[in-house]
């Protein structure tokens, strides 16, 4: 491990000094080399790079045509992870959404991730999802949209 991450969520930014938009080798810098680095497609032809460091419990995901692809999305399950200074991992589903409306998010959407046999509670607008096991966090998933060269759109 190269540096040592503040494992603080900032929806539709990124954690710490990883900000979404960033290219895999400015990551690469900050963090060194993956403990596994993936390319896949989707089933929609969707091309996207996954680097994990096992290390943070933590996957990095990068869009983008070829080089350079840029971080769009961030997947931990670290239980030192926190949103708005709280530890989020030891919150139930309920309080995971009463944290989310505290701080001014109130469009939830709850569902079942039949895939991976998880409830799932969205954030689509701030592009944060929730993963519960039986009403235990087991993961989250944030991100935003970005454009061809790496910019933010939402």
Do not use: R
């Not at 509670?121 to 060269?149: A, T």
Request: net charge negative; glycine share 8%; hydrophobic share 35%.
């Amino acid at each position: 491990m190269t540096t040592k991450l503040n494992l603080t969520i900032e929806p539709q930014k990124g954690m710490d000094c990883l900000t979404f938009g960033m290219s895999i080798d400015d990551v690469v810098k900050i963090l060194g080399n993956a403990s596994i680095q993936d390319d896949n497609q989707d089933e929609d032809g969707f091309s996207y790079i996954e680097l994990s460091y096992d290390d943070y419990d933590m996957s990095l995901f990068f869009e983008g045509d070829g080089a350079p692809s840029y971080l769009s999305d961030i997947e931990i399950e670290n239980p030192e992870t926190t949103l708005f200074g709280v530890k989020i991992f030891e919150l139930n589903k309920e309080q995971v959404i009463d944290l989310m409306e505290k701080n001014g998010y109130n469009d939830a959407d709850v569902n079942m991730d039949e895939e991976l046999q998880e409830e799932c509670v969205s954030y689509d607008n701030e592009i944060i999802d929730f993963y519960f096991d039986n009403d235990k966090l087991v993961s989250v998933n944030f991100g935003v949209i970005l454009g061809p060269d790496g910019e933010i759109i939402k």
